[in-house]
């Protein structure tokens, strides 16, 4: 079989740099791997590991990250707050098996649309050089291990519920 | 209640329909849960696009609204304008951006289709979670900011302070002027830069509708659009200016001499009490603390005891003044390029090799030369002077584009050299000429008719190694003539090198200030490069003159009247309606653990200790969710960014993704 693998990136884009620079890139006609499904977010700031997680469940093989250049974020640091749990997230996808390249963080200014494109082509390639993710088998099976949860209907959802019913 | 949404997908011309089948995807919108309708058009932004919202609201009693077209950036508004028209609330409206994100990128119709589907799934899962929200009212201070008293800054501050509004103009140097007062004539009227500057310096400083702060420099920027509090820093003088007639005594009596770096490059000496030029404004003096003898060795105060009004006051401290303003409008200007920074121009090290910034001094009439077009010595006229176009512009090694003003300033040198000195050779080295605009062109023409010459060619070096004996004791201008197509060497007794214009050193911490971006050359980010060039991404913000981008006098002018115009239009308002993206706080769920409250950029969170809760201020709070994003227990949600919003809008994203449908997608 002649197909190539095209793998499907979410992309949480920040309202004032990075979600601009996109627009840039289109408006400028660059043309770059269409993998990338966009969500605007005010700020790189808002994205919990939550809505990574959920992405990568709902069979995305890759999120990215992106927001303002540190120091130049339009709510003055919340790309900083971003790095800091982008490096949480990272250890904790580790542990699940998860390669690291699935997620990653980018700095696009408002006038980086080229930086961008160049961004989600390379993650692409890198992608296609992995594979699919394919989540429910490769991090909630496979290894013996199954969430308590993990029957026909259940989900994930639930586990955290029940944790926070706990607490 | 089951909502219905009404889908749109807009054609766009072809620009979407040309790489997304939109009648496709309309007619699988239409069979999608939640989803009432489904329709595509041409331009759904037209007027009869949006009736066609309208009254599908109306008639098919639509509660939720999702459009598949252009960035949000563009349209949102629009549409949201449509649905409010149709007595929906707009926020109950969500936008899919099928064409800078979608069909601009690629050719690939398939891929295309299929993430136009994508997206306006996300949308449609996302939207039927909308809850109807007002923006919020908020109200402008009158006042306007100007930080930057060049050309720019002042026609901003004349223009609101002549519709009756208050401007405070903030500038660095001692004087307001700018780079405008330094130069001689300008291009090309040859109007004298310093006849038609002047007036209006004068202007500003005796208006009463401005507060000028010259020698300050702003600290600190708080608050957001209408409301912002901005900290200035007004340093020492060392001058009561309520006693200083500006008889400049002082400056006669100082024993100190200091090199003038600023105003006259390093062409002439100024005392360490000085006035940078002789119709600053305003006219009051500045004692220089890093010269002065009194400073630096404990005695001297020649200038106190000469000082008739007893205006000198060595104990002066700088201020801080807490300025209240509803809107900024930043004029920070340019810097010119550091011409050492080409060593094979012989810049600093061939004394003969002048900067255009310093011919320009040696032009004007009160200029360290008095007008006199002479060599480093102070004495010999040039016979022959060379002029090079694009020193550091429109080159990679150092800025790429072009600095718009270079071509035509070193046409009026040609000009204005021959003009003094009707004997000498004049060279304009060139790439090419770039004289786009009102009379440049025929100006060009003129300055060629007046027998300037013109060799195009990109200088590869600067040298005085004589190889001939003509060149014997001459510089020698070594060039590959691309219209001869041949090597050429021109021997010359002064080389002036145009320099380009760059982005202040200091622009990217203004920028940090402020919260602005800059572009890759180190100018500020313009709102939109075509449809909105003065304001920033910050609301409230606006930029004008050459912060921006590389321009001349002209379009300095225009932008600096249309930022003030933009300015007027918020004050003329009195309160804007804002997003109503801001958090709010559940009580019942905050288990007061405090991890929001270091989180918040605007300390908008408080914490109610007595009942161990805490509380989003929301005419503080901006929206950014990253408290929304921490709170462990759930209990802060960022209104039309809420948890369940997004997560749906993720779902539907990647409806496709299930495993059957995903093995089908790798086949293609």
């Given at each position: 079989?002649?197909?190539?693998?095209?793998?499907?990136?979410?992309?949480?884009?920040?309202?004032?740099?990075?979600?601009?620079?996109?627009?840039?890139?289109?408006?400028?006609r660059?043309?770059?791997?269409?993998?990338?499904?966009?969500?605007?977010?005010?700020?790189?700031?808002?994205?919990?590991?939550?809505?990574?997680?959920?992405?990568?469940?709902?069979?995305?093989?890759?999120?990215?990250?992106?927001?303002?250049?540190?120091?130049?974020?339009?709510y003055?640091e919340?790309?900083?707050?971003?790095?800091?749990?982008?490096?949480?997230?990272?250890?904790?996808?580790?542990?699940?098996?998860?390669?690291?390249?699935?997620?990653?963080?980018?700095?696009?200014?408002?006038?980086?649309?080229?930086?961008?494109?160049?961004?989600?082509?390379?993650?692409t390639?890198?992608?296609?050089?992995?594979?699919?993710?394919?989540?429910?088998?490769?991090?909630?099976?496979?290894?013996?291990?199954?969430?308590?949860?993990?029957?026909?209907?259940?989900?994930?959802?639930?586990?955290?519920d029940?944790?926070?019913?706990?607490? | 209640?089951?909502?219905?949404?009404?889908?749109?997908?807009?054609?766009?011309?072809?620009?979407?329909?040309?790489?997304?089948?939109?009648?496709?995807?309309?007619?699988?919108?239409?069979?999608?849960?939640?989803?009432?309708?489904?329709?595509?058009?041409?331009?759904?932004?037209?007027?009869?696009?949006?009736?066609?919202?309208?009254?599908?609201?109306?008639?098919?009693?639509?509660?939720?609204?999702?459009?598949?077209?252009?960035?949000?950036?563009?349209?949102?508004?629009?549409?949201?304008?449509?649905?409010?028209?149709?007595?929906?609330?707009?926020?109950?409206?969500?936008?899919?951006?099928?064409?800078?994100?979608?069909?601009?990128?690629?050719?690939?119709?398939?891929?295309?289709?299929?993430?136009?589907?994508?997206?306006?799934?996300?949308?449609?899962?996302?939207?039927?979670?909308?809850?109807?929200?007002?923006?919020?009212?908020?109200?402008?201070?009158?006042h306007?900011?100007?930080?930057?008293?060049?050309?720019?800054?002042?026609?901003?501050?004349?223009?609101?302070?002549?519709?009756?509004?208050?401007?405070?103009?903030?500038?660095?140097?001692?004087?307001?002027?700018?780079?405008?007062?330094?130069?001689?004539?300008?291009?090309?009227?040859?109007?004298?830069?310093?006849?038609?500057?002047?007036?209006?310096?004068?202007?500003?400083?005796?208006?009463?509708?401005?507060?000028?702060?010259?020698?300050?420099?702003?600290?600190?920027?708080?608050?957001?659009?209408?409301?912002?509090?901005?900290?200035?820093?007004?340093?020492?003088?060392?001058?009561?200016?309520?006693?200083?007639?500006?008889?400049?005594?002082?400056?006669?009596?100082?024993?100190?001499?200091?090199?003038?770096?600023?105003?006259n490059?390093?062409m002439?000496?100024?005392?360490?009490?000085?006035?940078?030029?002789?119709?600053?404004?305003?006219?009051?003096?500045?004692?220089?603390?890093?010269?002065?003898?009194?400073f630096?060795?404990?005695?001297?105060?020649?200038?106190?005891?000469?000082?008739?009004?007893?205006?000198?006051?060595?104990e002066?401290?700088?201020?801080?003044?807490?300025?209240?303003?509803?809107?900024?409008?930043?004029?920070?200007?340019?810097?010119?390029?550091?011409?050492?920074?080409?060593?094979?121009?012989?810049?600093g090290?061939?004394?003969?090799?002048?900067?255009?910034?310093?011919?320009?001094?040696?032009?004007?009439?009160?200029?360290p030369?008095?007008?006199?077009?002479?060599?480093?010595d102070?004495?010999?006229?040039?016979?022959?002077?060379?002029?090079?176009?694009c020193?550091?512009?429109?080159?990679?090694?150092?800025?790429?584009?072009?600095?718009?003003?270079?071509?035509?300033?070193?046409?009026?040198?040609?000009?204005?050299?021959?003009?003094?000195?009707?004997?000498?050779?004049?060279?304009?080295?060139?790439?090419?000429?770039?004289?786009?605009?009102?009379?440049?062109?025929?100006?060009?023409?003129?300055?060629?008719?007046?027998?300037?010459?013109?060799?195009?060619?990109?200088?590869?070096?600067?040298?005085?190694?004589?190889?001939?004996?003509?060149?014997?004791?001459?510089?020698?201008?070594?060039?590959y003539?691309?219209?001869?197509?041949?090597?050429?060497?021109?021997?010359?007794?002064?080389?002036?090198?145009?320099?380009?214009?760059?982005?202040?050193?200091?622009?990217?911490?203004?920028?940090?200030l402020?919260?602005?971006?800059?572009?890759?050359?180190?100018?500020?980010?313009?709102?939109?490069?075509?449809?909105?060039?003065?304001?920033?991404?910050?609301?409230?913000?606006?930029?004008?003159?050459?912060?921006?981008?590389?321009?001349?006098?002209?379009?300095?002018?225009?932008?600096?009247?249309?930022?003030?115009?933009?300015?007027?239009?918020?004050?003329?308002?009195?309160?804007?309606?804002?997003?109503?993206?801001?958090?709010?706080?559940?009580?019942?769920?905050?288990?007061?653990?405090?991890?929001?409250?270091?989180?918040?950029?605007?300390?908008?969170?408080?914490?109610?200790?007595?009942?161990?809760?805490?509380?989003?201020?929301?005419?503080?709070?901006?929206?950014?969710?990253?408290?929304?994003?921490?709170?462990?227990?759930?209990?802060?949600?960022?209104?039309?960014?809420?948890?369940?919003?997004?997560?749906?809008?993720?779902?539907?994203?990647?409806?496709?993704?299930?495993?059957?449908?995903?093995?089908?997608?790798?086949?293609?």
């Amino acid at each position: 079989m002649s197909e190539v693998y095209e793998p499907v990136i979410v992309g949480f884009l920040c309202n004032w740099c990075s979600y601009r620079a996109a627009d840039l890139a289109g408006t400028a006609r660059l043309h770059y791997a269409p993998n990338m499904r966009a969500i605007r977010v005010m700020c790189s700031g808002r994205v919990e590991p939550d809505l990574v997680l959920k992405a990568l469940r709902e069979g995305a093989d890759g999120v990215l990250i992106a927001g303002c250049h540190p120091g130049e974020c339009h709510y003055i640091e919340g790309n900083l707050k971003t790095l800091r749990r982008y490096a949480l997230l990272k250890r904790l996808l580790a542990q699940f098996g998860v390669e690291p390249e699935r997620v990653q963080l980018l700095w696009a200014s408002a006038s980086e649309g080229p930086a961008l494109a160049e961004a989600v082509d390379r993650m692409t390639e890198q992608l296609r050089a992995l594979g699919p993710l394919r989540w429910k088998v490769s991090v909630l099976g496979g290894n013996g291990y199954h969430p308590m949860v993990a029957a026909p209907g259940g989900d994930e959802a639930e586990v955290s519920d029940m944790l926070t019913a706990e607490v | 209640m089951e909502e219905k949404v009404g889908v749109y997908v807009c054609h766009c011309g072809t620009n979407i329909a040309g790489t997304v089948d939109v009648m496709e995807t309309a007619q699988w919108a239409s069979e999608q849960p939640h989803v009432a309708i489904a329709r595509e058009y041409k331009f759904m932004c037209s007027s009869l696009g949006q009736e066609l919202i309208e009254n599908d609201i109306r008639e098919y009693g639509l509660t939720r609204v999702v459009v598949g077209a252009c960035s949000p950036h563009m349209h949102e508004k629009t549409f949201r304008g449509a649905c409010q028209r149709a007595g929906l609330n707009p926020f109950l409206f969500e936008m899919a951006n099928i064409r800078e994100l979608d069909s601009w990128i690629t050719n690939n119709k398939e891929a295309a289709t299929r993430n136009a589907k994508a997206m306006i799934k996300g949308a449609v899962e996302r939207v039927v979670l909308h809850q109807p929200l007002d923006y919020l009212p908020v109200e402008i201070n009158p006042h306007t900011l100007v930080v930057g008293g060049g050309i720019a800054g002042i026609t901003s501050a004349l223009e609101l302070a002549n519709s009756g509004y208050h401007v405070y103009l903030v500038e660095r140097e001692p004087s307001i002027g700018g780079h405008m007062a330094q130069w001689d004539k300008t291009f090309p009227t040859l109007d004298c830069a310093a006849c038609i500057l002047t007036p209006r310096m004068v202007e500003v400083g005796q208006h009463p509708n401005i507060t000028l702060l010259t020698y300050s420099e702003v600290e600190q920027v708080e608050g957001y659009l209408g409301n912002f509090t901005v900290t200035v820093r007004k340093k020492a003088r060392f001058i009561n200016e309520e006693l200083c007639t500006g008889c400049a005594i002082c400056e006669e009596k100082c024993p100190k001499k200091v090199i003038d770096d600023v105003f006259n490059v390093g062409m002439q000496n100024r005392k360490a009490v000085y006035k940078p030029f002789p119709q600053a404004v305003p006219m009051y003096p500045v004692v220089d603390k890093a010269t002065c003898t009194y400073f630096i060795k404990g005695k001297c105060k020649a200038c106190e005891i000469f000082c008739p009004a007893g205006a000198i006051d060595f104990e002066q401290q700088d201020e801080l003044i807490q300025l209240q303003v509803g809107s900024v409008i930043l004029a920070t200007g340019f810097d010119a390029f550091d011409a050492t920074r080409i060593p094979q121009y012989g810049y600093g090290r061939l004394s003969n090799v002048f900067t255009s910034v310093e011919l320009e001094r040696m032009l004007n009439a009160s200029g360290p030369t008095a007008g006199k077009i002479v060599l480093r010595d102070r004495n010999t006229q040039p016979e022959s002077v060379a002029i090079i176009h694009c020193v550091g512009s429109r080159d990679e090694n150092y800025h790429e584009y072009c600095s718009r003003v270079c071509c035509m300033y070193s046409l009026k040198f040609a000009h204005l050299v021959r003009e003094r000195l009707p004997e000498a050779e004049v060279y304009n080295f060139y790439i090419d000429i770039r004289a786009a605009g009102k009379r440049y062109e025929e100006f060009y023409h003129r300055v060629m008719k007046e027998g300037a010459n013109f060799i195009r060619g990109k200088v590869a070096e600067v040298t005085d190694i004589a190889r001939t004996p003509e060149e014997e004791g001459k510089l020698v201008v070594q060039v590959y003539d691309t219209l001869a197509g041949m090597q050429r060497r021109i021997p010359v007794d002064m080389v002036v090198l145009s320099l380009g214009m760059e982005a202040r050193h200091d622009a990217l911490k203004v920028a940090q200030l402020f919260g602005l971006g800059c572009d890759f050359s180190g100018f500020f980010t313009e709102r939109h490069p075509k449809l909105d060039p003065v304001l920033t991404m910050v609301e409230g913000i606006f930029i004008a003159g050459a912060c921006q981008g590389p321009m001349a006098i002209p379009e300095s002018v225009a932008q600096a009247a249309a930022a003030a115009v933009r300015s007027l239009g918020l004050i003329s308002q009195e309160t804007v309606l804002m997003e109503p993206v801001r958090a709010h706080i559940n009580e019942a769920k905050c288990s007061g653990c405090r991890i929001c409250n270091n989180l918040c950029p605007y300390t908008a969170i408080v914490f109610h200790a007595e009942r161990r809760v805490s509380e989003v201020i929301t005419a503080m709070c901006q929206g950014c969710g990253t408290c929304v994003a921490a709170c462990p227990s759930s209990a802060i949600s960022g209104a039309h960014f809420t948890h369940e919003q997004l997560m749906a809008q993720v779902q539907g994203l990647l409806w496709d993704m299930s495993e059957p449908e995903r093995r089908e997608l790798a086949a293609v």
